[in-house]
């Protein structure tokens, strides 16, 4: 079976493409790298000379401002809440 040139990479034994995954429950759909998650980010932040409060607060406020389109992609970005 010869497969497409942009089928490679995606079907198992094709070539994998690093960074990439293939998601089981809908094969051949490319999903990117998993998200560190909030607090690991949160930790990069304040590895660059801020508090883990304000890391925090700075996290907080990208993702209270993301788009539309990255809060279709991720909806966990909605559970955040506005400040009071």
């Given at each position: 079976?010869?497969?497409?040139?942009?089928?490679?990479?995606?079907?198992?034994?094709?070539?994998?493409?690093?960074?990439?995954?293939?998601?089981?429950?809908?094969?051949?759909?490319?999903?990117?790298?998993a998200?560190?998650?909030?607090?690991?980010?949160?930790?990069k932040?304040?590895?660059?000379?801020?508090?883990?409060?304000?890391?925090?607060?700075?996290?907080?406020?990208?993702?209270?401002?993301?788009?539309?389109?990255?809060?279709?992609?991720?909806?966990?970005?909605?559970?955040?809440?506005?400040?009071?």
């Amino acid at each position: 079976m010869d497969i497409p040139k942009f089928m490679r990479g995606i079907l198992p034994n094709s070539g994998h493409v690093p960074g990439y995954t293939v998601a089981a429950p809908h094969p051949g759909k490319i999903t990117g790298p998993a998200h560190p998650g909030f607090e690991a980010v949160q930790g990069k932040i304040a590895g660059e000379g801020y508090s883990k409060a304000a890391a925090g607060a700075i996290l907080a406020n990208a993702t209270r401002n993301a788009s539309a389109a990255a809060k279709r992609k991720n909806p966990r970005l909605k559970k955040v809440k506005t400040k009071k």
